[in-house]
């Protein structure tokens, strides 16, 4: 009978029999009773055959939980490997919601933000699409295509020092006009976003720069003088010229500091129309009507709310159609838009506004992670297969009575749950240590990473730590649900046969990504290594980089050989393998030959010698005075590219550059260097040295003193007295060198942490499995001992199945890993040889982390007093 | 009128149950129809139709008092929802229609 009618029915019931209990006897009474109670029996009435579930799941979940929490805390050591190693993957991939969540608020604050677009370019022969357009484009859009409510540009161009009151401060960013904050919805603190941008010479600066520069007086119509060194907006410091006076700003507006969250960094905005001003007296480049040149100017504009992006892409076709009507810019150049939303995170692109981590290295990032929570999840369901033996009984008295499939799979799943959310707890414990570590990477010093987290990311770690538990404990929840309770409860080595096939593969497998790591890491630390010994070809030993910052070098140089210590000085453009240099495209004067790429370096006379370049033909640079700089040095390459037989044949040769109608003279030939950066290019590149002071950016000092820091202290006294303004910037030659590979070393730092996080992991569910099963095989092992088996054949029969396992897994991965890594490596220039020999060392060490793993349990096992272990039973 | 799925037995409880008002439990309802009807019935019966009419939604239900003769259980008393009114008042009214339509017919019959 339904519980819920029970009461009634027996209510009626008493009634009835009370009533005819009056008409009649007690035994007729009694019998029309009975008939009526049979008479009860109908679908409506009895409770389903199957039962109600709804009526106790509270207790069973509380159940689950309960046998859950005991099973954990019973199996301390496997309830710590699962926790951990579950632990430590998802602290990684907390890391990477907490980046992915720190870039997804970027620009989320614009009103328009569903309608704006980035327009950039792409061409057949770029590799990476240019974020940056022509400077017209915005003008164009704006009054020839309807479907285009607004434009604006940001011209690159504001870098150098302003000044107010005496006090200098550097300042950073681009021109642009009104439309800007039609556009973007940065709000302005004081000032009229109308007309802030309109008037010539007018200045919008952050609030946080007002602060550093105004100390608390109202800036609104201040007059700064404004000095540009043509710094880079991006904040590395680039092209380094002498200050040229761009006249007196009025500031005009500041922008309110929200918190806003943008891809667009800047520090100052200066108004489009100054730049007329400046053109008119050469001061910058007049492109406004060219549209031959993309790098100077970003293109953003507003949709109507009725257009689409495809809308916007047509009407960029129709201008790369009409504007380029006879030639394109580049084969195959295009234009599109980019949503705001998918700048950042974004994909990768050449020229950027700001520096942003780019989507694929996100997706890199991700993939690592996920290998590694594979891992992690692999363990579990290993260790809860293994420990299926002594759980199967319980399973199957759950089943008899009464437990059904489901019930099973909601013990285990509640089981592996609990598990995820106490890994949860640790991880985020965890996530303080990975976080600090990767904050101190030296890619981000570029990169503003803000990883505080929100309660919605916080939110999403839980739905997070749950679905790791639903896929941690699927395999296992499936599989052990399905033991048939009488094979179980009878004899349960029947429901063994065959399940150790998918624990070894899934060991195997574990440890083949552990090793294909392994290989990976020791190959990218050879790599990283050799880069740091790399045989450059030049001399850097004693020798001191100072950055010029626009002052004259015949007053430094003059200045700095007084110094003692000092022995010589030379001046360049740029510091060879930086990574920068200058493109010009030369050939043999009047010939028909194709021209050929040269990396020009201007230096000095003194330049050859004090590096140790080697001259083979010809003389070193004049030094400098008028009409000396049209002699060039060039290098061995060179020489073979042009088509010379010899060196000494391409002296006093007239080369032609392209596009200049200027002619060089060859003077000298030099034996090839190392001048491009190490991962960009060999040393077989073309090179040409010229003496042009104007383009001097570094001085080199060879310092030969018995106190080095005596010596530098010296040259800073006599910096101070040339530079009053900039700070003193030096480096010594070979750590410089050395800090070219930071990028480098952070994907080493990364590989090799993810590495030893895979290793970790492995390892634990190894040490699991190893303990396990030689406690399952005590008895045995007991047995034999007592039969006369020494120690080296117990020990030798425990650890058979590990080493074959770890000997499948290297079986596997070497090769694959080899093969893998060789794809990379084969377009990398500069490379470290790569063979056997590495992947062997990764298969020794994976195969002596993995006996060092078990060699506690077997040496315990296989000491282990056979009494002990017979004794109770 | 479709999809009401009452049937005969059905509605005559719930007519029942309509006329008993707050009396309607269970036994007085078989009480009140083997008395109408003249026939005995089972508690099962009655019981069985109240819980599918509940089901259907054309009764509600709710707790009575115990009395000394139900052993200290108490009464459910049932009353029939708006629904069940309106579907007793269109049944009435097709059968009063189809009455209705009956001589008219027979008399045409006769001219032929």
Known sequence: MKKEYLEEIEGDMEEVFQESLEAHSVRKAKRIYTFEALKLFRPVLIKNLVGDYRLNNYGMFKNYFKVGVRNILKYKTFSFINVFGLAVAMSVCMLIMLMLADQKQSDQFHVKKERVYRIICTADDYVLPWASTAVPLAGTLKTDYPIIEEATQLIKGIGGDVNYKGKTMEIRGFFSDPAFFNVFSFELEKGDKNTCLTMPNAMVITSSYAKLLFKGEDPIGKIVQLEDRRLDHLGIDGEDIRPVDWGQYTITGVIADLGYKSHLKFDALVSVATMKGLHREKKTPNLTDNWWNFDHCYTYAVLKPENTSEDLNTVLDHIVATKYEDQKPEKGFEMEGQKLGNISPGPFMSIPISFRMPIEAYYILSFFAVVIMLLACLNYTNLSIARSLTRAKEIGIRKVTGGKRKDIIYQFFSESIITTLLALVMAVLLLLFVKEAFMNLWINKYINFNLEGTLSVYLVFIVFALFIGIIAGFYPALHMSGYRPIAVLKNFDMARRGKLGIRKILNISQFSVSLFFIVTSILLYNQLRHFLEFEYGFNTENIINIELQSNDYSIVSHEFSTVPGVTAISACSFIPTSGHGEGRLLKIAGSEEEYQLFTALQTDDGFIDNLGLKLVAGSNLPASENGSDHFIVINEFAVKKLGYGSAAEAIGQVLEVKRGKEVLQVIGVIEDFQFKALFEQDRNASLLLRNQPVKYQHVNLRVVSGNLMNTIEALEEKWKAIDPVHTFKYEFFDEQLDSMHSFFNDVVSIVGSITFLAIVISCLGLLGISIYTTERRTKEIGIRKVLGAGVFNVAFLVSREFLRLLAMAVLIAAPASFFANNVWLQNFPNRVSFGIGTVSLGSAILLVLGILTIITQIISVSNRNPVESLRDE | ?112
């Open chain 2, 1 to 112: 009128m479709k999809k009401t799925k009452l049937g005969e037995f059905e509605e005559l409880v719930l007519l029942t149950v309509v006329v008993l008002q707050e009396e309607a439990y269970g036994v007085e309802i078989k009480r009140e129809l083997e008395e109408r009807l003249n026939e005995r019935l089972s508690v099962g019966s009655i019981q069985s139709a109240l819980k599918r009419m509940e089901q259907k939604g054309f009764l509600t239900s709710e707790f009575g008092e115990a009395t000394k003769k139900r052993g200290g259980k108490r009464k459910r008393i049932y009353s029939a929802t708006p629904y069940a009114h309106r579907v007793l008042t269109e049944m009435k009214d097709v059968r009063a229609g189809l009455w209705a339509s009956m001589p008219k017919l027979a008399y045409d019959l006769k001219i032929i």
